[in-house]
């Protein structure tokens, strides 16, 4: 895929540029770390940990730092729960939040076709009642993946939209609901209390499903990623980031620092427009693919 | 507020200077270092960040800052004016010169373009003028029909052709109604595509050589990063664009992309918008912007007279 071979270039071009470990090799991987969206400070702490394996293993060679480089991204990109959805419990409920226009809808579209394709019966909500003609645009994506939509009119409480699919996943023993809900800027506080009410609906009325909140992250946005994660887990348990757009140019490093500050893992990463451009994430990949 | 945390930090270095009757090398070495993270961090792109550091470290070694009274201040004003370079020197406004204005928006996915094609149409017909938005996102699920609601909403017509597949014959048929209507503003809202995608950068060119559009804006997402810079050169170097449309800067986005895009297009950014509501659009300022981001307004005048 042409991102990761664009951040792979650049890193081994960098690597293969020099011969010896020197300050300019560092400030050469610092620039390009940092290009990767991967942050300031995050940044300063893999070119700190990497002086620390020069002086105390008495590396040599720029392939060794390529080596511990690789090592330290695995280790802090890396989660116990790699994503394994082929024996997911049932009935689960998931919800999918994140700022604008980062592509929730459309990865509720890929999701609903991924679990109905390993068999599973999916029930979307659209929860989304405030975008124009996001019910319409959801329909098409259910239309597509072969799955019903419970919707009601534009402008509606969303928590009431839950409610009643919530209803219905339940009388129709659906093994899976997704709910889609309307993009929202982390810093608007009733929008986020909002999602809070939808929570706690699918608290209330479906105890015994098991829940899922992903957050969608757009693989462009830059260091703002993680604001949004830091608050967006103040308003709900995130279980998992889904990383969207990474057909583009963008490098998506920005998940690095927001593993580091939330600790929650990557599920999935979009991949285009079709509905089959989704992957489960895979840490080791991902990677691999970095320096490949 | 966007810019808010860049310019608390800049702000909190440049104080430490100010204060200063004499400046060290060490002093502006330091300095710069703390802008140079602040910038970073407010995702603006590293290249620019580095020429800007280096201007504004050499321009402060030399001697109108060394043999000033107020070095400090001296410093100040230099990163105030290369931050205005930066950002562009004033606003620029809209031409409205031909019969019937054409506007094209483009952009990646998601950036914001439908939803600036309303606003922007709503500011025009509030400066009586009659625009015409035209659908031609064949793409996007209920992409049409976003539009319509839109349109609805504001009161402006929406031309559209339910069904058919070439984006460049709804622009050309779009046209040929705002002729036969009457309007002078035609907005084009076309789908979101990828700066790497081929036939879909052609599609646009495509538009562009049968309508000759007087504005070709990119809507870039404020909260875009580092790639903010590829996208834009991509799509100007494709598009040749009069300017840009900064979106969502009502999230604390650091607004670093708004300084990398003059230095690698050299377009300006016209408008930012601000929200979800049809009004939520604004034009931009870059001096007062830079000001902002300095938090220094007062400042300025008080080296003016100095
Ligand atoms: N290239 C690419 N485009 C994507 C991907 N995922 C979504 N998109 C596009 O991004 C745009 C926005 O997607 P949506 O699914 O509407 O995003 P959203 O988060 O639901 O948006 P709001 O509901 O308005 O907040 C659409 O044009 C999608 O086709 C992806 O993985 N790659
Ligand atoms: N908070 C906020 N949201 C915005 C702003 N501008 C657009 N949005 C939201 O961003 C999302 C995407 O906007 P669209 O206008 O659909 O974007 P687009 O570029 O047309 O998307 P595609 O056609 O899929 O490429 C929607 O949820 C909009 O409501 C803004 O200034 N502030
Ligand atoms: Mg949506
Ligand atoms: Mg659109």
């Not at chain 1, 990109?77 to 790699?82: F, N």
């Not at chain 1, 969207?244 to 600790?263: M, N, Y």
């Not at chain 2, 790497?196 to 599609?203: G, N, P, R």
């Amino acid at each position: 895929k042409k991102t990761k071979d664009e951040f792979a270039s650049k890193i081994d071009s960098v690597f293969s540029m020099y011969t010896k470990i020197d300050d300019e090799l560092l400030e050469d991987l610092e620039d390009i770390l940092i290009g990767s969206d991967i942050g300031v400070e995050s940044t300063m702490d893999i070119i700190e940990h990497l002086k620390n394996c020069v002086k105390t293993e008495k590396l040599k060679t720029p392939d060794e730092i390529r080596i511990r480089l690789k090592e330290y991204l695995k280790e802090i990109i890396h989660t116990d729960d790699e994503t394994d959805d082929s024996n997911m419990k049932t009935p689960t409920v998931i919800l999918i939040i994140g700022v604008n226009g980062v592509g929730k809808t459309t990865t509720i579209g890929k999701l609903a076709n991924r679990y109905k394709t390993m068999g599973k019966s999916v029930l979307v909500a659209a929860g989304d009642t405030f975008r124009a003609a996001a019910v319409e645009q959801l329909q098409v994506w259910c239309d597509r993946a072969g799955v019903e939509l419970i919707a009601n009119k534009e402008g509606s409480d969303p928590a009431a939209v839950i409610f009643d699919s919530v209803q219905a996943a339940k009388s129709r023993k659906a093994d899976v609901l997704i709910c889609d809900t309307a993009g929202r800027l982390h810093n608007k506080k009733n929008l986020m209390n909002e999602l809070n009410k939808i929570f706690r609906v699918v608290d209330k009325e479906y105890d015994t499903a098991f829940k899922q909140v992903y957050l969608v992250i757009d693989s462009t946005t830059g260091q703002n990623g993680i604001i949004q994660a830091k608050t967006f887990k103040e308003a709900a348990d995130i279980d998992g980031i889904i990383l969207t757009k990474l057909d583009g140019t963008a490098k998506g490093g920005i998940i690095v620092p927001v593993q580091k500050e939330i600790g929650v893992p990557v599920k999935y990463v979009g991949l285009g427009e079709k509905i089959d451009d989704l992957q489960p994430f895979d840490s080791n990949k991902f990677v691999d693919a970095i320096f490949e | 507020m966007i810019f808010e945390s860049l310019s608390d930090k800049i702000q909190g270095t440049l104080n430490k200077l100010k204060g200063k009757g004499k400046l060290t090398e060490k002093d502006i070495n330091n300095a710069m270092r703390e802008i140079k993270l602040s910038l970073l961090e407010a995702d603006v792109n590293f290249k620019v960040v580095k020429d800007f550091i280096k201007t504004v470290k050499e321009r402060s070694l030399g001697s109108e800052v060394m043999e000033s009274l107020t070095p400090g201040q001296q410093v100040v004003k230099i990163v105030n004016e290369e931050m205005i370079k930066l950002l562009g020197e004033s606003e620029s406004k809209i031409d409205f010169s031909d019969d019937i204005t054409v506007i094209m928006m483009c952009g990646l996915q998601g950036a914001g373009k439908t939803t600036t094609s309303g606003k922007l149409a709503l500011k025009f017909k509030k400066q009586n003028k009659r625009p015409l938005i035209a659908a031609c996102d064949i793409y996007r699920p209920a992409a049409i029909k976003q539009l319509e609601v839109v349109g609805k909403g504001i009161d402006v017509p929406v031309f559209k052709i339910e069904g058919e597949n070439d984006a460049v014959k709804i622009a050309n048929e779009a046209f040929k109604e705002a002729k036969k209507k009457g309007n002078d503003v035609l907005i084009l809202d076309t789908a979101g595509r990828l700066h790497i995608d081929e036939a879909l950068m052609e599609e646009l060119q495509q538009i562009k050589s049968s309508l000759n559009p007087r504005e070709i804006l990119l809507v870039l997402d404020s909260m875009t990063g580092q790639d903010a810079v590829k996208i834009a050169e991509a799509f100007n170097s494709t598009m040749e664009i009069s300017g840009v449309i900064l979106t969502k800067v009502d999230g604390d986005a650091r607004g670093g992309a708004a300084l990398s895009l003059r230095a690698v297009t050299s377009k300006p950014i016209k408008f930012v918008t601000t929200g979800e509501k049809m009004s939520d659009l604004e034009p931009f300022y870059p001096d007062r912007m830079a000001s902002r981001i300095l938090g220094m307004g007062d400042v300025l005048s008080l080296i003016e007279k100095a």
